[in-house]
């Protein structure tokens, strides 16, 4: 592939590391912040979550019934023009159902497909991750 735009990767990993950072804390705000304002979530809970919107609509419901005790680690991160880009990653630890109390081993597999945004930024534009059983 010829590349004829600056290298951004670590821009484009940051932005994950942030969402990530922030969903660990439960803070919706941070959260949405990474997201392009046409973001979509797309995880095993449901059907696609389309929009900033949307997304704030249903983040508190997710951190209002589960706290989540997970590390992630980037696996792969790709810039595949001046604008876009992705970013693979896999997720471990635990989650807990806060109405019962419930721990479990929680492990995940995500997929971040980042934009370029106006100002520069690099954000969420699609969003899927899924969950592994456990074994």
Known sequence: MSKDF???SAALEATVMEYMTAFMRADVP????TYAEDGVLMAPI?????GKKQLAEVYPGLFDAVDFNMVPKVTEVLQTSADWGFVRSATEGTQTNKATGDTEAAK?????????SETGAWQIARYNTTQIPAA
Do not use: C, N, T, W
């Not at 941070?30 to 912040?33: D, G, I, P, R, T």
């Open 30 to 33: 941070a959260v949405l912040a």
């Open 108 to 116: 995940y597999l995500e997929l971040f497909l980042l934009r370029k």
């Open 6 to 8: 600056s290298d951004e």
């Open 46 to 50: 449901g059907p696609a979550i389309e």
